[in-house]
């Protein structure tokens, strides 16, 4: 079973510190991937993509990429209340019944003031 | 450039009806994907149309259906409505198909459209 894991969280971190968001996959393959941003009762909306090993920084975003530990994360500097939402991890994975961009279940991000 | 665009926002319906949703995608875009979007299951695939064809379906009943039109624009179909089908419907359009691969362009989500069986 091809898959993309996400701890659901709720993830609480204090306003000014460092957010911290992992995500495993399974295809050893994976070329491609993407951290969405979901608010409550709005749609996912697109905040960094990755695909090279290493880090890629976005203003207070930084994606982090570790192919041979299957493993990408999301950082967030200066965290603010306005960065409490559910993140989803996204992973282009090959094979398996329904191939293709697969999304992890997200994790639940709150950030206290 | 204009977003992807989904219709309704909302429907209300009761069990047994039937329900049409439509989604336009970012212009240029040929793919576009629908997902359902339930608290407990996240967001889970129902199928992808590129240039007018399927090119893959998740784990849904045959109750769950859609098409593509000409100018990319798709529809989703669900019949036979049963309660356990409430839920935000979202379509994601992008440049390549989801599926086949390395693709390196990322889906762009519309609102979605919440519906709710009574």
């Known amino acids: 079973q091809k898959e993309v894991e996400q701890n659901s969280g709720p993830l609480s971190v204090p306003e000014g510190a460092i957010a911290s968001l992992n995500c495993t996959y399974s295809d050893r393959g994976s070329q491609s991937f993407f951290w969405y941003r979901q608010y409550s009762g709005k749609s996912p909306e697109l905040i960094m993509s990755i695909y090279s090993n290493g880090d890629k920084e976005d203003g207070r975003f930084t994606a982090q990429l570790n192919k041979a530990s299957q493993y990408v994360s999301l950082l967030i500097r200066d965290s603010q209340p306005s960065d409490s939402a559910t993140y989803l991890c996204a992973v282009n994975i090959r094979g398996g019944g329904a191939d293709g961009l697969t999304f992890g279940k997200g994790t639940h991000l709150i950030i206290q003031p | 450039k204009a977003g992807v665009t989904q219709t309704p926002r909302y429907l209300i319906k009761t069990r047994g009806q039937q329900v049409t949703l439509s989604c336009s995608p970012i212009s240029g875009h040929r793919s576009v994907s629908w997902y359902q979007q339930t608290p407990g299951q996240g967001l889970q695939f129902l199928f992808e149309y590129f240039s007018e064809t399927q090119r893959n379906k998740g784990n849904f009943p045959g109750r769950f259906s859609g098409r593509q039109f000409s100018n990319s624009r798709s529809e989703m179909n669900v019949s036979t409505l049963e309660l356990g089908d409430s839920a935000l419907y979202l379509c994601?359009?992008?440049?390549?198909?989801?599926?086949?691969?390395?693709?390196?362009?990322?889906?762009?989500f519309g609102d979605g459209t919440r519906l709710s069986i009574l």
């Open positions: 994601a359009s992008s440049l390549t198909p989801r599926t086949g691969g390395n693709s390196n362009q990322p889906q762009h």
